[in-house]
């Protein structure tokens, strides 16, 4: 699938890798060949996991997602905490974005205790934030070593962006499963938010802007909160 033109604009923090969400065809054809070129013990395993990440970025261009960045940060455990910053685009045609999220406000879901959604002021507009605890299945095997895949929480957190030069509604998403680590990376998630600009970067350099981060920066908020 072509990589389609960027809609929006945003900074990754620090301690995430960005992911090619568009793989050249010519990549995946040279990591092919290393993982038949690997030792047969661990051809199949380094196979599925080429195929999985394979499918991931298939289902990722499908729903439009413009940037993923995984991220790794030491806990207070002296180990280290995971997660997934996705930023996407969702169409709503023929419908007012910030019409139809602020509706969705207005309507008393904010009110709701298991809605958790809030309105935030970003430096590109408003936003509105939602978070939630869900059980998934984990990878692996099974700790207790049964058959039966476990379910762990996981943390997910978004913040909805309307783009009123159109009918789309920008949303970033981070997910982990350290729970426990939720306040922390709320944050992260809101610092990201605030980065998230309609104007190209680099026509702003080219006119003579700043390139120094802007207050509330995604970097501002990962160093705050893991050092």
């Known amino acids: 699938?072509?990589?389609?033109?960027?809609?929006?604009?945003?900074?990754?923090?620090?301690?995430?890798?960005?992911?090619d969400v568009y793989p050249a065809a010519e990549s995946l054809d040279d990591l092919a060949r290393q993982?038949?070129?690997?030792?047969?013990n661990v051809r199949e395993r380094a196979d599925e996991v080429f195929r999985l990440y394979c499918i991931v970025m298939w289902e990722m261009q499908q729903r439009r997602v413009q940037g993923c960045a995984m991220g790794m940060h030491p806990d207070d455990r002296g180990g280290v905490t995971t997660s997934m910053l996705t930023l996407f685009s969702v169409e709503t045609?023929?419908?007012?974005?910030?019409?139809a999220l602020?509706?969705?406000?207005?309507?008393?879901?904010a009110d709701a205790p298991d809605a958790g959604i809030a309105p935030v002021e970003l430096p590109c507009g408003l936003g509105f934030l939602t978070e939630s605890v869900r059980h998934t299945m984990a990878p692996g095997q099974p700790e207790d070593g049964g058959d039966e895949p476990e379910k762990k929480p996981v943390w997910q957190g978004m913040v909805a962006i309307p783009d009123v030069r159109s009918s789309t509604i920008i949303v970033v998403?981070?997910?982990?499963?350290?729970?426990?680590?939720?306040?922390?990376?709320?944050?992260v998630l809101?610092?990201?938010?605030?980065t998230v600009s309609f104007t190209n970067p680099a026509l702003v350099d080219s006119a003579g802007?700043?390139?120094?981060?802007?207050?509330?920066?995604?970097?501002?908020?990962?160093?705050?909160?893991?050092?």
């Open 209 to 227: 802007g700043t390139a120094e981060p802007i207050p509330r920066s995604a970097a501002e908020a990962v160093r705050n909160d893991f050092g």
């Open 1 to 19: 699938m072509t990589k389609l033109p960027p809609a929006f604009w945003y900074e990754i923090p620090q301690g995430y890798l960005q992911l």
């Open 173 to 187: 998403q981070l997910v982990t499963a350290s729970v426990d680590l939720a306040d922390a990376y709320r944050n």
């Open 93 to 99: 045609p023929g419908v007012d974005p910030k019409a």
């Open 35 to 40: 993982i038949l070129a690997l030792p047969e």
């Open 190 to 194: 809101r610092g990201v938010a605030s």
């Open 102 to 109: 602020v509706t969705l406000m207005s309507s008393g879901a």
